[in-house]
C-alpha cells in the first residue's frame, strides 16, 4: 500500500517500547502535550518521533534528562543529545525513536506535527 508515493511500513516493537518508556518519563517530569509520530515511511533514520512540551528551560532540561535515564536503564542510551543544556530544543537520539523535547514557545513556532502531518500517530497507553 502506498500513500503519497511512501511505501507505508510501520514502526518495530523495540522503537514502540521505548516511545512508550520514553512518554511514560516524559510525563513522570510534568511533560505536555506528548505526541508519537510513525516516521517508518517517511525517514530512513528512525521509527518514531517523539514531541514533548515542556513550560521552562530547567522543565525542558529535566525532562530530557528523565527520559535518558529511563530509556538507560532499558537498555537504550541516546547516540547523539543535542541542546539539552541550551533548554529551548532538546533532541535525543535513540536509533528507532528520536525525542524532541521542546519549549512551548519552540514548539509553537516550529510546529513539527505540522511538517509530519501525513504519518500516523502512535497511541501512548
Not at 30 to 42: I, M, N, P, Q
Not at 61 to 66: C, F, S, T
Not at 96 to 111: F, G, K, L, N, P
Request: proline fraction near 2%; hydrophobic fraction near 45%; charged fraction near 30%.
Amino acid at each position: 500500500m502506498e500513500r503519497l508515493g511512501w511505501t507505508l511500513v510501520s514502526a518495530g516493537e523495540r522503537a514502540l517500547e521505548l516511545t512508550r518508556l520514553a512518554a511514560a518519563a516524559a510525563e513522570d517530569k510534568k511533560g505536555t502535550e506528548l505526541v508519537a509520530l510513525d516516521v517508518t515511511s517517511r525517514m530512513p533514520l528512525a521509527d518514531v518521533f517523539l514531541v514533548v512540551s515542556g513550560s521552562n528551560e530547567r522543565q525542558v532540561v529535566a525532562i530530557a534528562e528523565g527520559i535518558e535515564e529511563s530509556l538507560l536503564e532499558h537498555g537504550a542510551k541516546a547516540s547523539r543529545r543535542e541542546g539539552v543544556r541550551e533548554g529551548r530544543w532538546a533532541l535525543l537520539d535513540f536509533n528507532d525513536v528520536i525525542v524532541h523535547v521542546m519549549h512551548q514557545e519552540d514548539r509553537a513556532y516550529y510546529e513539527l506535527e505540522r511538517l509530519w502531518k501525513d504519518c500516523p500517530v502512535v497511541a501512548l497507553d
